[in-house]
């Protein structure tokens, strides 16, 4: 009966409610598309003209929160005990960090973001003329700020909260257990569930949806290579091999099947990498990414804070605001993945490997691939910026096609989206399991197919409803409330890291004056 009632313990309410307002939202975009498309766009619509303000404050004070944690004398507190040791690898630790989430969106947006704002400059700066030198630049840094450290702030915080109550103060694996030095450890079960629930829709709805923009992506990446057809045919025999693949690797474990395809991402991801580099314009490039990290910086605090309100424009909604909301709204499924695999991290290893490893890889990525499309815009006479313009799936292969050996790159390209895939399915039907059944750290392989099944054909729904940008605009929603939630999780974890350092402090004086005591008492007994 015992082992009964543990296989299926998430058969509970926050399992239920959430999965059927899920299943909802899959009818909804299925039956009438438009109609949720419409809807999303509204509520979204009202929320970043009235709320994007606070987007932009809220992730600049995560940043300052997370860095001030980390150079503070609370930095070298470790995540599970001081004798704990990190379980994995500095390099497949960042692997796996890597491709837990966003690696699949730099892949995405590496070459079509840059090349964007290249043929539409920001309205910032005056009239820059688009496809210029200025044009280049300004994109260029603009893309680094969009996809930098702003990204992970939110990651990076709800990871190390998670971490933290878990392995310091043994809570479970649940965002509603982050704010209990605040709203108390015992009780509160409504307020509880609503926040383990809104935790889960978001990550479900967030992974379904970037799933359909990756399938879409390879879908044109193999019509580009093999001319094979773009549809609604070839999107679904991609999502049912993929689905086949996450599965096999959920069923094998989070030491074996996550870990093992982590790495082979990132070790993709730095063959292309440097292949593109010696292939393409190699000073060009360089040169590229020292200046675009030098304005990065320069104009960092300037653009965290910036607005567009007296141009009457939307460009900080459609990007910064937009970008920030998805982060929030993925930040339980990354966040709780990230924890997961964290134990034995100190709090400055763990700020510093979140926050700051996966975006300088990132921005090394648009650096190589946006400056390469840039270049050959600008000086060989391709017209990459158009072909984004129509469509941003074919940003990566139209670059890729000008380039000496680019059908080989291209096969590689399409092999790294597969793999970023199939890691991002999998660790977010382990990090579901874990939320939907109580925080068990270990959910049982039937909740881990479920939500896998579910986010598989959440994400065919809406391709062939062609619902997608719908529910994407509506997963963002839920950033808002969220955002209130980590908020408070923040309080949370700064008051009970508080005690737990005092209190370690004390403890170390009782043992030092325990010792002065027995040196004293041995030197007494010697006279």
Known sequence: MDKKQTKWKFMN??????????????????????????????????????????????????ILFNFYLAFSKYGKIRLGGDDVKPKYPLFTWIAMLFSCGFGVSIVFWGVAEPMTHFGTPPPFDGNIEPESAEAARVAMWNAFFNNGIHQWASFTFVGLALSYFIYRQDERSLISDTMNSVIGSTGKKPLRNTIDIIAIIATVMGVATTLGLSVLQINSGLGSVFNAPAGGTTQLIIVVVMFVFFMLSTLSGLDRGIKYLSNANLGIALFLMIAVLLIGPTGFILDTITMGIGDYLQNFFQASLRLDQYNEGTWVQDWPVYYWAWTIAWAPFVGMFVARISKGRTVREFVLGVMVAPPFIGLIWIGIFGGTAVNLDLFHGTDIAAAVAEDETTALFSMLENLPLGPILSILSICLLFTFLVTSADSATFVLGMMSSNGDTNPSVVVKIVWGTLIAALAIILILSAGLEGLQTASLIGALPFSIVLFISCLSLLKSIREDYREARLEEERKRHLKIQKQIEDYNSDD
Do not use: C, D, R
């Open 13 to 62: 309410k926050v399992f239920w409610v959430s999965f059927t307002i899920i299943f909802v939202f899959a009818l909804w975009g299925g039956l009438a598309p438009e109609a949720l498309a419409s809807q999303a766009e509204n509520i979204y619509g009202f929320i970043a003209n009235t709320f994007g303000w606070f987007y932009l404050v809220f992730v600049l004070f995560l």
